[in-house]
Structure formats: C-alpha cells, structure tokens
C-alpha cells in the first residue's frame, strides 16, 4: 500500500525527515530537519511518515541502540517507465 502521495513536481528533491522510533514500531516526533526548499513536497513526506506508522515491531534481537531518534532520507526517483521508486535511509541521531 502506497502511504506516499507525491506532488506532480517531486523530481530531483530530497527531504531529510527526524523522528523517534519504538521499539513496537511505534513512529512519532516527525519532523523536517533538512527542507527539500519545497514546502508541498516536505509536507507530503512527513505525513507519508505518519501514515506508515506504525512499522512492524523490532524483534528483540535486534540492538537498542537502533531506537530513538533517527534520520530518514527521504529522495523519490521517477525512471521513465513511470514507476516510482524510493530511497530512504535511516542514521541514528543522538
């Protein structure tokens, strides 16, 4: 199921979303750290965040360490069949 619902000019932009993560899988404290310099576009990926809450749970062998407060890149690429793809990473921030 597709949470993200990209604006028409969602090309070459890029957001960097923060927000804490739980163990349960549990998202909140979403928020723009680095803006895409288009509000509309930024807006779309902090509630496609939201929507997509909550993750499947961590299992418990995974570390703690991988919990609190993340960075999520967010950098949508259409090829030109028309398929969207999206990258996205995820880097811990104290």
Same mark, same amino acid.
């Given at each position: 199921?597709? +949470?993200? *619902?990209?604006?028409?000019?969602?090309?070459?932009?890029? /957001? +960097?979303? =923060?927000?804490?993560? %739980?163990?349960?899988?549990?998202?909140?404290? !979403?928020? +723009? %750290? *680095?803006?895409?310099? @288009? *509000?509309?576009?930024?807006?779309?990926? !902090?509630?496609? /965040?939201?929507?997509?809450?909550?993750?499947?749970? +961590?299992?418990?062998? /995974?570390?703690?360490?991988?919990?609190?407060?993340?960075?999520? /890149?967010?950098?949508?690429?259409?090829? %030109?069949?028309?398929? =969207?793809?999206?990258? #996205?990473? #995820?880097? =811990?921030? @104290?």
């Amino acid at each position: 199921m597709a +949470v993200w *619902k990209l604006p028409a000019n969602a090309n070459g932009l890029k /957001v +960097v979303i =923060r927000l804490r993560l %739980e163990r349960s899988g549990r998202v909140s404290d !979403v928020r +723009v %750290e *680095k803006s895409s310099g @288009d *509000k509309q576009f930024d807006a779309s990926a !902090v509630q496609a /965040v939201r929507r997509a809450s909550p993750f499947p749970p +961590v299992p418990d062998s /995974v570390q703690s360490s991988l919990f609190g407060y993340l960075r999520m /890149v967010l950098d949508p690429t259409r090829p %030109e069949d028309g398929l =969207r793809f999206l990258l #996205f990473a #995820f880097t =811990r921030n @104290d």
